[in-house]
Every structure is written in C-alpha cells, then in structure tokens.
C-alpha cells in the first residue's frame, strides 16, 4: 500500500505527463505542415510568365481555405513551387536577389530550398505543381 504522499507524487507527475504530451501535440500542429497533395489544382499563370533565369515570383494561392503566397522558382531543372513560409517557425520568407530570407530570425534558403544558414531545420517545403495546356498549376504542400 503506497503512503499518501507517494501516491500524490504519482498524481501529480502524471498531470504533468499529460499536459507536455497535450502542449507538444499542439505544437506540432502548429509547425508541421501537413501534406495536402489532394488539395486541388489552382492556375497561377502562364509557362512564359516564369522564364528561365528569372527571380523566383510570389504567386497567391487558397489552400485549405486560407490565401497564401507560394513561390514559383523557374530552376534548371523545371519549374518549382516552394512554399511561403519558414521551415523554423512559419514565418513569411522574402526573395533577397540572391536567397530566400526569413526576416524574423535569420534563416537563408538557397534558390532551390537547401538551407543555407540560420535555425531553420529543414528546406523548404514544396508544392505540388503540374504543367498542363502551357498553364502551371499547383496544389498542396507534398514535400
């Protein structure tokens, strides 16, 4: 039989186990997008309004009933759709001539997404994109 003191020492590490669990289950709704590869298809221009050589360009997308800005990068290998925000903490990233640049905390991405420096953890996440009839058109976050 357990003293009462023992027993409250029980109780109150498993309140505590419960609501870290609670809080870090909320937190990796919060900084993990989850793929939506199923979203459907928006048409966000032309081929030729992204050509070859160009910076990458902000393009407004609705995914998940929220708009959103995506970046359309035109790399050597095809077009790709990184999007708008920050592997870190979510916050928007700008195109800076060279990188993309998270002014909050001072990540960098290279034009393909690698990161280049700072506390984001992992590249850029990536849309879905799909070429049809010289229109491109891009879904959910699939990477």
């Not at 077009?79 to 640049?101: K, N, R, S, Y």
Request: charged share 15%.
């Amino acid at each position: 039989m357990p003293t009462r003191r023992r027993f409250l020492l029980w109780m109150a590490a498993g309140i505590w186990a419960v609501m870290l669990a609670g809080y870090a289950a909320v937190a990796s709704l919060f900084l993990t997008p989850r793929p939506s590869a199923a979203e459907p298809l928006q048409d966000v221009g032309a081929v030729t309004d992204f050509p070859s050589g160009s910076p990458p360009k902000l393009v407004t997308y609705t995914g998940g009933g929220v708009e959103d800005g995506v970046y359309i990068a035109p790399l050597p290998t095809g077009l790709v759709a990184f999007d708008f925000h920050c592997t870190h903490l979510q916050c928007p990233i700008q195109w800076a001539g060279t990188e993309f640049a998270c002014p909050c905390h001072g990540s960098t991405f290279a034009e393909d997404g690698r990161v280049l420096g700072g506390p984001a953890p992992r590249p850029l996440h990536r849309h879905r994109l799909v070429i049809q009839n010289g229109r491109v058109r891009i879904g959910g976050i699939v990477s």
